[in-house]
């Protein structure tokens, strides 16, 4: 797996600023630390997607989320999905709050940025299942994204049986360890024209920190 270093800039939120020679040596060799460190796992179930808005299921979930359904309208399946790096990121993020606020970030965005590019990587394999024939997969969708209520969660990596297949458990919180950790329902059905992967523009999240903008001619003042 290769680190998106673009996505990595953008969750330290530089925007499009190149970082300078010192912070580009600190930020390859924060790269190569949590290379060494990730365990990769994920777990994917196809089930068929019953009724329609307001209340339908997805496989065993009962659902009334709006812009989920708009995400999966038309599919007649979805794959109940899950994905780790592993812990091994959570005790190097432990070892550098207490080595450097920087390398902290640094660790905090490159975990990001490979836990979505290894979804990414996932979401090319269901398409080479038989089941998945000649049909597109949609956004991958969250729990507490838009109206989807984080306590979806539960019954998600329940019937996953995420902690056994993956090794992702669920705090009472509802927050997921370890902590580069994703679930997901992800519409499987005809091409639509929709992204199976996420696209700021056409996210209604408009103050989102990360929300990826146009490129812009960045300068130097000088100073």
Do not use: N
């Not at 956004?139 to 019937?159: C, H, I, N, W």
């Not at 994703?182 to 091409?191: E, L, N, Q, R, Y």
């Amino acid at each position: 797996m290769t680190v998106d270093r673009a996505e990595v800039l953008r969750y330290m939120r530089m925007g499009h600023v190149q970082p300078d020679a010192i912070l580009e040596t600190r930020l390859s060799a924060v790269e190569r630390e949590v290379l060494s460190v990730i365990r990769p796992t994920a777990y994917w179930q196809l089930v068929p997607v019953e009724g329609s808005y307001p209340s339908y299921r997805v496989g065993s979930l009962e659902l009334t989320s709006e812009r989920l359904w708009k995400t999966i309208a038309g599919c007649r399946h979805a794959f109940l999905f899950c994905a780790t790096l592993g812990a091994g990121v959570d005790a190097l993020l432990r070892r550098c709050g207490h080595r450097s606020a920087a390398d902290l970030v640094m660790v905090q965005a490159v975990s990001t940025a490979l836990i979505e590019t290894f979804c990414d990587e996932c979401q090319e394999k269901m398409l080479q299942e038989p089941a998945v024939c000649g049909e597109s997969l949609r956004m991958r969708f969250s729990p507490g994204y838009g109206d989807l209520s984080l306590e979806v969660q539960k019954p998600l990596l329940t019937a996953l049986d995420s902690s056994r297949r993956a090794g992702i458990t669920l705090l009472d919180s509802l927050l997921m360890v370890p902590s580069k950790s994703v679930s997901a329902i992800i519409g499987v059905g005809p091409a639509d024209g929709q992204t199976a992967r996420h696209d700021c523009r056409h996210c209604a999240k408009t103050d989102c920190a990360f929300r990826a903008t146009p490129p812009t001619s960045a300068g130097h003042d000088g100073a």
